[in-house]
């Protein structure tokens, strides 16, 4: 029976395990060509190497963020693991930097993945007084020689804004390559490739599916090698998405820029709400003038925001009575603000920040929280009932 084509607009769910090669000299080739690890292929051979919903959905995020290649993965966590792993070479492995101020599950795998199993030589760079020391990077840099940096735009929990062009450019005057994780920032804010960034990661999870029902991550380049080497490790790792989510997330960053736009726009008043409260002791969000790294923010974003992640810390005499004020105002918004142990959902979420981080961010008065898109003066109204009656 002839093959109808259908008149549809997008691209349909290939739920292909394997493709038709249809004989056994095109078999031939393109097992061939696949050793090549185009970024699309000619012929698809079998979904964990690529599908073409999937690179179809690679497509859009190539076009938000202004990049020649775009590989999707099942998690953040894994494309992590891709970005950093094609540059483990064996006993020519060099030390790899990172900055300290990252995702703690990012932290978890460089300790009980890359160091404890692999043993690969890894270093932190530590921030001092809520910034990064250039000059001290770039000491450490010359000393280290790494084979690259690993960095986030802005830092997972305490809202950190690295100068991430000075930091390529430092980076590059040694010969050393740039990752980063932009999650936070998103391209709306930042494309980093434009400032010499080697790779950029997302964890698609978050704010580009930003509705809490996918978990994916996507690595961004311009590096053909790079791209290669991250097809192919990710081909045998098994590091694909579903072609269903990558068909859910299609549609899904169409409306990407309504809902981050929203989302920071939220951020942005309610943290100066936060900041003029007499019942939180500090709030770290970029856009405040007075925090460590607004001017690096300004920079760096333009006049386009400044995320939509707030930290903040309730007011107390000791860590006692903190404790029971967090307690008592995760109780207080819970029917409306939930505690969710993720970020970029449609709906305002928090997170203990204590809870999850323990003795590295001890303060048991300090909350996380995801701002959503809702109507804003929804999340001020429970965050303020909630505030009056600690």
């Known amino acids: 029976m002839k093959k109808k084509v259908i008149n549809s607009s997008r691209i349909p769910v290939y739920r292909d395990s394997g493709f038709e090669l249809y ?52 998690s953040g966590m894994s494309a ?11 006993k020519k492995t060099k030390p ?34 809520g910034t990064y ?13 790494p084979e ?6 802005i830092s997972n929990p305490m809202l950190i804004v690295a100068d991430v062009p000075a930091i390529a450019a430092i980076a590059g005057k040694h010969g050393c390559r740039v990752i980063i994780d932009n999650t936070f920032a998103t391209p709306l804010l930042y494309k980093p490739l434009e400032d010499g960034i080697d790779m950029v990661i997302h964890s698609v999870t978050k704010y580009l599916s930003g509705h809490g029902n996918i978990t994916a991550g996507v690595i961004c380049g311009n590096d053909d090698l790079l791209m290669r080497s991250a097809i192919e490790y ?18 899904q960053i169409q409306t990407f820029n309504l809902r981050f736009s929203r989302q920071c726009e939220n951020a942005a008043i309610l943290a100066k709400f936060l900041n003029d409260s007499a019942a939180i002791e500090n709030v770290w969000f970029p856009g405040l003038s007075g925090h460590a ?35 008592k105002f995760i109780a207080n918004v819970s029917e409306i603000i939930r505690l969710i142990p993720t970020l970029g959902d449609p709906h305002t979420i928090l997170m203990p920040v204590e809870a999850v981080w ?33």
């Open 23 to 74: 004989n056994a000299d095109l078999t031939a080739e393109t097992f061939r060509k696949e050793t090549e690890h185009e970024r699309e292929p000619e012929n698809y051979i079998y979904s964990r190497y690529r599908n073409p919903t999937v690179v179809s959905a690679e497509e859009e995020i190539m076009k938000l963020e202004g990049c020649r290649w775009a590989l999707l993965t099942q």
């Open 234 to 251: 990710r081909k045998f790792t098994g590091h694909m998405i579903s072609p269903d989510d990558a068909y859910r997330l299609q549609t």
């Open 358 to 390: 323990g003795a590295k961010y001890p303060e048991p008065g300090m909350i996380r929280l995801s701002v959503g898109f809702e109507d804003y003066t929804a999340i001020e109204k429970t965050i303020s009932e909630a505030l009056e009656q600690l």
């Open 80 to 90: 992590i693991d891709t970005a950093v792993s094609v540059f483990q070479l064996g």
């Open 133 to 145: 020391d250039l000059t001290e990077l770039e000491r450490v840099l010359a000393s280290l020689k």
């Open 148 to 153: 690259f940096v690993y960095i986030e735009s």
């Open 96 to 129: 790899w930097l990172f900055f300290s101020e990252i995702y703690g599950g990012s932290i978890s795998f460089i300790e009980s993945v890359l160091k404890k199993r692999r043993g690969i030589e890894i270093q932190y760079f530590t921030p001092s007084g």
């Open 293 to 327: 790294t607004h001017s690096v923010a300004k920079k760096i974003f333009g006049n386009r925001g400044f995320g939509a992640m707030i930290t903040f810390d309730l007011k107390g005499s000791d860590n006692a009575e903190k404790r029971e004020k967090r307690d």
